[in-house]
Protein backbone atom coordinates (compact mmCIF):
# COMPACT_ATOMS: atom_id res chain seq x y z
CA UNK A 1 0.00 0.00 0.00
CA UNK A 2 1.10 3.28 -1.01
CA UNK A 3 2.27 5.70 1.97
CA UNK A 4 0.62 8.99 2.46
CA UNK A 5 3.11 11.73 1.53
CA UNK A 6 2.34 14.68 4.05
CA UNK A 7 3.70 18.39 3.97
CA UNK A 8 4.05 20.69 6.83
CA UNK A 9 4.23 24.36 6.74
CA UNK A 10 4.15 26.44 10.11
CA UNK A 11 6.80 29.12 10.41
CA UNK A 12 8.05 27.70 14.06
CA UNK A 13 10.07 24.50 13.88
CA UNK A 14 8.79 23.05 17.10
CA UNK A 15 4.96 23.02 15.70
CA UNK A 16 6.48 21.41 12.81
CA UNK A 17 8.57 18.60 14.94
CA UNK A 18 5.57 17.97 16.98
CA UNK A 19 3.32 18.12 13.94
CA UNK A 20 5.66 15.39 12.02
CA UNK A 21 6.06 13.32 15.55
CA UNK A 22 2.47 12.94 15.75
CA UNK A 23 1.64 12.22 12.00
CA UNK A 24 4.09 9.49 11.41
CA UNK A 25 3.14 7.64 14.27
CA UNK A 26 -0.02 6.73 12.55
CA UNK A 27 1.01 3.63 10.45
CA UNK A 28 1.66 3.82 6.70
CA UNK A 29 1.91 7.64 7.02
CA UNK A 30 5.56 9.91 6.53
CA UNK A 31 5.73 13.63 6.50
CA UNK A 32 7.53 13.88 2.80
CA UNK A 33 8.52 17.75 3.48
CA UNK A 34 8.33 20.54 5.57
CA UNK A 35 8.34 24.37 4.76
CA UNK A 36 8.68 27.29 7.18
CA UNK A 37 6.95 29.79 4.83
CA UNK A 38 3.83 29.77 2.44
CA UNK A 39 6.52 30.40 -1.09
CA UNK A 40 8.47 27.47 0.49
CA UNK A 41 5.41 25.66 0.82
CA UNK A 42 4.51 26.39 -2.57
CA UNK A 43 7.69 25.15 -4.23
CA UNK A 44 7.38 21.56 -2.12
CA UNK A 45 4.02 21.10 -3.46
CA UNK A 46 4.62 21.76 -6.67
CA UNK A 47 7.74 19.49 -6.71
CA UNK A 48 6.81 16.30 -4.65
CA UNK A 49 2.69 16.51 -5.63
CA UNK A 50 1.65 15.11 -1.37
CA UNK A 51 -1.78 13.81 -0.70
CA UNK A 52 -1.87 16.16 1.80
CA UNK A 53 -0.31 19.77 3.01
CA UNK A 54 -1.11 20.67 6.22
CA UNK A 55 -0.61 24.55 6.32
CA UNK A 56 -0.70 27.11 8.99
CA UNK A 57 -2.61 30.45 8.13
CA UNK A 58 0.13 33.25 9.69
CA UNK A 59 2.97 32.27 7.34
CA UNK A 60 5.96 34.69 6.41
CA UNK A 61 6.61 35.57 2.54
CA UNK A 62 3.06 34.22 1.73
CA UNK A 63 0.07 33.47 3.93
CA UNK A 64 -2.11 30.32 3.96
CA UNK A 65 -4.88 31.25 2.74
CA UNK A 66 -2.35 32.35 -1.25
CA UNK A 67 -0.72 29.41 -0.75
CA UNK A 68 -3.62 27.38 -0.44
CA UNK A 69 -4.99 28.81 -3.31
CA UNK A 70 -1.46 28.11 -5.38
CA UNK A 71 -0.90 24.22 -4.17
CA UNK A 72 -4.27 23.76 -5.71
CA UNK A 73 -3.72 25.39 -8.84
CA UNK A 74 -0.20 23.79 -9.39
CA UNK A 75 -1.17 20.08 -7.46
CA UNK A 76 -4.54 19.50 -7.73
CA UNK A 77 -4.78 16.36 -6.25
CA UNK A 78 -3.19 17.52 -2.80
CA UNK A 79 -6.21 18.05 -0.11
CA UNK A 80 -4.97 21.23 2.03
CA UNK A 81 -5.66 21.31 6.05
CA UNK A 82 -5.26 24.20 7.69
CA UNK A 83 -4.22 24.19 11.36
CA UNK A 84 -4.65 27.68 12.60
CA UNK A 85 -5.02 29.17 16.23
CA UNK A 86 -7.60 31.59 14.75
CA UNK A 87 -11.11 31.43 15.58
CA UNK A 88 -12.44 33.15 12.26
CA UNK A 89 -15.58 32.51 10.39
CA UNK A 90 -13.86 34.93 7.68
CA UNK A 91 -10.63 32.71 7.39
CA UNK A 92 -12.77 29.53 7.05
CA UNK A 93 -14.65 31.25 4.49
CA UNK A 94 -11.46 32.16 2.84
CA UNK A 95 -9.81 29.01 2.75
CA UNK A 96 -12.53 27.43 1.47
CA UNK A 97 -12.72 29.15 -1.75
CA UNK A 98 -9.35 28.98 -2.23
CA UNK A 99 -9.90 25.50 -2.13
CA UNK A 100 -8.86 23.92 1.40
CA UNK A 101 -10.93 21.04 2.65
CA UNK A 102 -10.23 21.48 6.00
CA UNK A 103 -9.71 24.42 8.77
CA UNK A 104 -8.63 22.67 12.42
CA UNK A 105 -7.16 25.11 15.29
CA UNK A 106 -3.97 24.23 16.63
CA UNK A 107 -5.54 24.03 20.47
CA UNK A 108 -7.19 20.65 19.09
CA UNK A 109 -4.46 19.05 17.04
CA UNK A 110 -3.33 16.64 19.89
CA UNK A 111 -7.04 15.26 19.66
CA UNK A 112 -8.40 15.70 15.94
CA UNK A 113 -5.69 15.68 13.67
CA UNK A 114 -5.45 12.49 12.74
CA UNK A 115 -8.83 12.41 12.45
CA UNK A 116 -8.99 15.48 9.68
CA UNK A 117 -5.78 14.44 7.95
CA UNK A 118 -7.71 10.78 7.17
CA UNK A 119 -11.67 12.81 6.29
CA UNK A 120 -9.10 15.03 4.12
CA UNK A 121 -7.46 12.57 2.28
CA UNK A 122 -10.50 10.95 1.14
CA UNK A 123 -11.79 13.98 -0.22
CA UNK A 124 -13.79 14.66 3.05
CA UNK A 125 -14.61 18.29 4.91
CA UNK A 126 -13.41 18.60 8.21
CA UNK A 127 -13.57 21.36 10.93
CA UNK A 128 -12.95 21.41 14.46
CA UNK A 129 -15.92 22.27 16.62
CA UNK A 130 -15.44 25.67 17.26
CA UNK A 131 -15.30 26.67 13.76
CA UNK A 132 -17.31 25.99 10.69
CA UNK A 133 -17.97 27.50 7.09
CA UNK A 134 -20.94 29.66 6.66
CA UNK A 135 -23.95 28.00 5.10
CA UNK A 136 -23.97 29.69 1.91
CA UNK A 137 -20.16 28.71 1.71
CA UNK A 138 -21.58 26.82 -1.77
CA UNK A 139 -23.09 30.35 -2.94
CA UNK A 140 -20.93 32.17 -4.98
CA UNK A 141 -23.43 35.13 -5.49
CA UNK A 142 -22.45 36.89 -2.46
CA UNK A 143 -23.92 40.78 -3.35
CA UNK A 144 -20.90 41.59 -1.01
CA UNK A 145 -17.59 40.58 -1.78
CA UNK A 146 -13.90 41.61 0.80
CA UNK A 147 -11.71 44.41 -0.39
CA UNK A 148 -9.34 41.60 -0.41
CA UNK A 149 -11.01 39.96 -3.06
CA UNK A 150 -10.29 42.71 -5.01
CA UNK A 151 -7.11 42.31 -5.18
CA UNK A 152 -5.00 39.95 -7.77
CA UNK A 153 -3.28 37.32 -7.04
CA UNK A 154 -0.12 39.33 -7.55
CA UNK A 155 -1.17 42.39 -5.12
CA UNK A 156 -2.42 40.20 -2.15
CA UNK A 157 1.01 38.67 -2.47
CA UNK A 158 2.91 42.45 -2.44
CA UNK A 159 0.30 43.59 0.01
CA UNK A 160 1.87 41.18 2.53
CA UNK A 161 5.45 41.34 1.47
CA UNK A 162 5.06 45.09 1.69
CA UNK A 163 3.00 44.83 5.33
CA UNK A 164 6.26 42.60 6.10
CA UNK A 165 8.25 45.36 5.86
CA UNK A 166 10.13 44.68 2.38
CA UNK A 167 10.66 47.70 -0.14
CA UNK A 168 9.99 47.93 -3.90
CA UNK A 169 13.50 46.90 -4.41
CA UNK A 170 13.69 43.94 -2.37
CA UNK A 171 9.83 42.62 -3.59
CA UNK A 172 11.27 43.26 -7.22
CA UNK A 173 14.13 40.91 -5.88
CA UNK A 174 12.32 38.31 -4.65
CA UNK A 175 9.16 37.97 -7.44
CA UNK A 176 11.39 38.47 -10.25
CA UNK A 177 10.31 41.75 -11.62
CA UNK A 178 10.92 45.57 -12.27
CA UNK A 179 11.07 48.56 -9.43
CA UNK A 180 8.91 49.88 -11.85
CA UNK A 181 6.82 47.28 -11.92
CA UNK A 182 6.78 46.55 -7.83
CA UNK A 183 5.78 50.64 -7.68
CA UNK A 184 2.94 50.36 -9.72
CA UNK A 185 1.54 47.14 -7.74
CA UNK A 186 1.66 49.37 -4.81
CA UNK A 187 0.23 51.84 -5.88
CA UNK A 188 -2.77 49.81 -7.12
CA UNK A 189 -3.21 48.48 -3.88
CA UNK A 190 -3.45 51.62 -2.22
CA UNK A 191 -5.87 52.78 -5.05
CA UNK A 192 -7.96 49.19 -4.81
CA UNK A 193 -8.43 49.84 -0.49
CA UNK A 194 -8.41 53.58 0.01
CA UNK A 195 -4.88 53.72 2.00
CA UNK A 196 -3.04 56.82 1.92
CA UNK A 197 0.37 55.02 4.35
CA UNK A 198 1.91 51.88 4.76
CA UNK A 199 1.18 52.46 8.39
CA UNK A 200 -2.90 51.98 7.36
CA UNK A 201 -1.96 49.19 5.12
CA UNK A 202 -0.26 46.93 7.97
CA UNK A 203 -3.28 47.89 10.03
CA UNK A 204 -5.49 46.08 7.21
CA UNK A 205 -3.11 43.22 7.09
CA UNK A 206 -3.15 42.53 10.51
CA UNK A 207 -6.69 43.00 11.28
CA UNK A 208 -6.92 40.57 8.28
CA UNK A 209 -4.58 37.92 9.75
CA UNK A 210 -2.72 38.23 6.53
CA UNK A 211 0.19 38.69 8.90
CA UNK A 212 0.84 38.19 12.29
CA UNK A 213 2.66 40.64 14.89
Not at 33 to 59: F, N, T
Not at 99 to 116: E, F, T, V
Request: with cysteine.
Amino acid sequence: MTALRILIADDHSVVRAGLRSLLESHPGWEVCAEAADGREAVDKAAKLKPHVAVLDIGMPLLNGVDATRRIRKSSPETEVLILTMHESEDLVQQVIEAGARGYILKDDADRILIAAVDAVRNHKPYFSTRVSPASDSADSSEPHKSSRSRLTAREREILQLLAEGKSNKEIAALLGISVNTAEAHRANIMLKLGFHSITELVVYAVRNKIIQT
